[in-house]
Every structure is written in C-alpha cells, then in structure tokens.
C-alpha cells in the first residue's frame, strides 16, 4: 500500500547521524515505474562522486558501469534505492555494486513483497502497518500544531477527522497540512471536517477524494503549481531552481512591487511544502530547498486533475528531462541538448545561429553541450526578456560584442552559468542585475593578463563560483578579484590556492554566509579559520 511511510522511514535512516558517520559514501536513487538504466547509473555517480558530473556527459553503459564500480571499490558504502517497481531494476544494477567484506549496505524500498524477497530470500522485508487510533492523533498534532498539545475545543473534530484516515499517514499528513493553514476555531475546523462526511482512505479513490479535499482548499494561484508537478516524471527529483524558472516562464507567478518572480516563485513552494503536499528532497548548505518531489499518489492525482482542467499532459510520455517539456513552455523556457562530436586537434568552437534572437519572449534559456568552447551571437542581446542563461556540461561561453552603436543591455538577467573569464568584463557591463554569477576557464591566465578581474559594480550579485580548470600548478590570486560586497555564496572549484588567499575573504567580504571549496589543492595542511572566519 503506498503513502505508509516507506520512503520517510528510510530517510530516516538515511540521514541518522550514526549512519552518515559510520559510511564513507552514501548515495539516495528513486526508481519509479519508468526508468532508464542509463539515468540511473548517471544519478548514482552524481550521488557517489559529485565531481564527476561533467566527466560522465557522453558515455556509453559500459563506461558508466565502470566508472561507479571504481567509485565504490575498496570504500565502505550505502546505497538507498527508493520506490523499486520490478525485480528488473535490481537485476540491472545488483552486480555493479562491489563486496569487498566491509559492512557495505544496500537498502531499498518497494511496494511489492516479491521484489524485496527477491533481492534477498533468507532475510524478510520490513512490512509497513497501518497507524493506530493514538498514532495517528500524535501525528495530526504534530503537523499541525508543532506540539503534542491541541485545545480541549477542537479534540473532538480533530480525531473525527483522523478516524476517517484510518491510520494511512500520507492521508493524515495531507489532512493535517489543511488544518494548519486555517483558523484554530471550531467554526472553522467544523466547516472543513463536514465537506466529506467519509474519508475512508484505503481505497485509492476515496484517498484521492481526501487530495481533492486539499488541492479545494488552496489559493487559486497555487493550483496550477501543483498541478504542474504532473509534468514530471513519477519519482522525479526537481530541482528548485528550474520549477521555479517554469513557473514563471508559464505565466503562473504573480507579480509584486519590489520583489522579484524567483523570489514569489519560492514562496509559493514553501507553501506547498507547508500544506504537506510537496516534500524536500534536498536542502542547500544555507539550508534553503535545492531539490524537491511529490508522492506517488499525489502524483496521480495531480495528473488526473490536470487533464480535468484541461491542462492534457498525457500525450507526452516525460522519461527524459527537460528536452519533452520544452513542448509545454514554448518560447519561455528552452532547454536544449547539444552533443556535437569533434575530430582530434579541432579546438572545438562552435557558434550558435543568430536565429535564436527569433525567440525574443524567452526568459530562460539553459544549454547542455559537449563543446568546449560556445560562442553565442551578439543578436542575444536583443533578448531583453532574459532572465536565466546557463550552460552545463563540458562548455564554457562567450557573447560576441554588440555592434559600437548598440547599447542594449540584459536588464532582467539574474542567472549567468559557465561564462569565460575573459569575455566577463564586456558581459558584466551590460548584466548590472545578476544574481548569480558562474565563470569557467581560464581565470588564473586572466587574472595575469588583466592585472585584477572587477565585479563589485554587481550591487545584486549574491552567488558567485569561479572554477580555474586547474590551470598547470599555478595558484589563483584572490587578491586580484573586486568582490561584490553583498556576496553571501562563494564556490572556488579545481584551483591552487593558499591560505593566505583563503583569509583575505573574511575580512573583504562582511556578508558571506556560505564558502565552498572544491576539488581545491593546497600546500598547507592545516588551515587556521577562527580569526577571518568567526
């Protein structure tokens, strides 16, 4: 039976921290109903090594099967596979987990009995049961009021509408998220628990008059919202910042005078999240949402309702993402893959037609390439709607110069991913809005040249990761770099670097908040953080 707490229990365990201290790598996969034997070796690797993601654009099976078996050898292990449909998934990945005799571990969940019997016969699977009458009312308190506690008046609705739930926690968890949102008085709560007289949820369609109950109960600006978690995949894990770059690229944010659509964006997430309707899935090192996904049945649900409302999702069969969804943003939104193959020697530079400026209503804009080196037409600059372009995988980015006579700059611009170095002091000076800036390549060269590489002019600026591609032995000179002064993410990735260059951050920027270091090499082995770090 699904929503009895299978995936919430393993997490549990997941992140216990004994567990996290007693494994050196962990890594979570959800396989739902539909999968690819390909993502799923890609999310591993992601999840084992995270350095690795650009290394893995391109391979073939084989390779990927090779690079996560390197991955785990020899290291102590746990693997969390979540939502398991057939013993086929198991089959496919069973081998490429190495036993070296570690206490390595893998564990997984399934709504099927025989898939768990079959991955291991001599140990029986831990069978979730329904909650009991005082379980389930410890819960409801706990979503809703945040305490064991519950006013004498309200005791008696409150349990009425828990026995109707009869002891599934996804449906209490769902119902709870209703009663948190609304006024603790016992006209309220009577008006709300009479709309369904039973709410008699082990059956799937009784359960899914309970979400009904819910999605009714949500403001009309955050409906189709949720209902656009039907877009994705089953099981799918969303990353905040494209949900919320969709959602605007739709149409569905509201706009409010001094705060931006990303922003709005986010507070309409955390809403859902709120109502217990969306659930983390990962949390960023400031402990803001990265990552989030909807449950199964609410999945379904949203499905159905979203082809009631005539949002009709279901021609299209979403197995890959983003490349199927491109056919529901249209020019608001463009994601586009570009696996070009290059012959030995070439410098692999390759242009993109001036024909995207076509396309003058897009605001997001993210390209996924093999090419090294992409160069992007000066016709971009006539897409003043722009608010996010990104390039990922292997490539970096320039933007050729507008024309001595034009102008024009990307006001609307707050996202700018993998741009050149050298191309940064002509970009920077039309894109006064970013928020968050990467720069990819050739930093440590540029810092020489230029003499010092200048963004303290980015009065906006609040997240910003310089990656040097680790550039022979040499050792990047922080020194040279005008920070903007309201940074408060600093990711400094594949670089040399000296403590003495480390210390000056502290004392230049006041509002850092978060400080990432990765795949740095340094000479000394111990770093001394009290003094510029308090």
Request: proline share 4%; hydrophobic share 40%.
């Amino acid at each position: 039976m699904p929503g009895l707490g299978k995936t919430t229990l393993a997490r549990k365990v997941y992140n216990d921290p004994l567990i996290v201290y007693h494994f050196y790598i962990r890594a979570w996969i959800t396989i739902s109903q539909k999968y690819q034997k390909q993502n799923l070796l890609v999310d591993l690797i992601h999840s084992v090594s995270p350095h690795t993601n650009s290394i893995v654009v391109g391979m073939k099976d084989w390779e990927l099967c090779d690079e996560l078996w390197k991955s785990l050898k020899g290291k102590r292990y746990l693997i969390a596979m979540d939502d398991i449909w057939d013993t086929r998934a198991w089959v496919d990945l069973k081998s490429l987990f190495p036993n070296d005799n570690n206490v390595s571990r893998i564990m997984f969940t399934s709504r099927f009995t025989n898939v768990a019997l079959h991955a291991n016969p001599s140990s029986p699977p831990l069978d979730l049961r329904f909650l009991t009458e005082d379980e389930s009312w410890d819960l409801f308190k706990k979503k809703v009021f945040r305490t064991d506690w519950c006013p004498p008046e309200l005791m008696s609705i409150g349990k009425k509408v828990v026995i109707k739930c009869q002891g599934l926690p996804l449906a209490i968890v769902v119902v709870s998220g209703i009663f948190a949102n609304i006024e603790k008085s016992q006209d309220q709560w009577k008006q709300v628990g009479e709309i369904r007289d039973s709410c008699a949820v082990r059956d799937l369609k009784l359960c899914m008059e309970t979400f009904a109950l819910s999605y009714n109960h949500l403001p009309h600006y955050l409906k189709p919202c949720f209902l656009y978690f039907a877009a994705f995949p089953q099981g799918f894990v969303i990353y905040v910042r494209k949900l919320t770059q969709l959602w605007i690229a739709e149409g569905f944010i509201r706009k409010i005078e001094g705060r931006s659509l990303e922003d709005v964006a986010e507070e309409y997430l955390m809403d859902l999240i709120g109502r217990n309707l969306i659930l983390v899935s990962k949390r960023r090192s400031d402990g803001g949402i990265k990552a989030c996904s909807i449950h199964d049945l609410l999945h379904n649900f949203c499905r159905k309702r979203a082809e009631e409302e005539v949002l009709d999702m279901s021609f299209i069969d979403f197995t890959v993402y983003p490349s199927e969804i491109e056919q529901l943003v249209l020019l608001r939104y463009s994601a586009l893959d570009f696996m070009w193959t290059h012959l030995a020697g070439d410098v692999s530079v390759r242009c993109f037609p001036s024909s995207i400026s076509n396309l003058w209503n897009l605001e997001t804009f993210v390209l996924h390439t093999s090419v090294e080196y992409l160069k992007l037409p000066r016709s971009l600059w006539k897409m003043v709607n722009l608010r996010h372009l990104s390039v990922s995988g292997r490539g970096i980015f320039v933007i050729e110069r507008p024309y001595p006579n034009d102008h024009t700059s990307l006001d609307n611009l707050q996202t700018l991913s993998c741009v050149d170095p050298w191309s940064c002091k002509d970009i920077l000076a039309r894109t006064l809005n970013l928020k968050k800036l990467d720069i990819h390549g050739a930093i440590i060269q540029c810092l020489e040249r230029l003499m010092f590489l200048d963004i303290s002019f980015l009065n906006h600026l609040q997240k910003l990761t310089l990656c040097s591609k680790l550039e022979g032995f040499k050792f990047i000179n922080l020194r040279r770099i005008k920070f903007s002064p309201n940074l408060k993410q600093l990711t400094l990735k594949e670089a040399f670097i000296e403590w003495d260059e480390i210390s000056i951050l502290g004392k230049v920027l006041s509002n850092l908040e978060v400080l990432k270091l990765s795949s740095i090499n340094w000479w000394e082995s111990d770093w001394e953080t009290n003094e510029v770090f308090p």
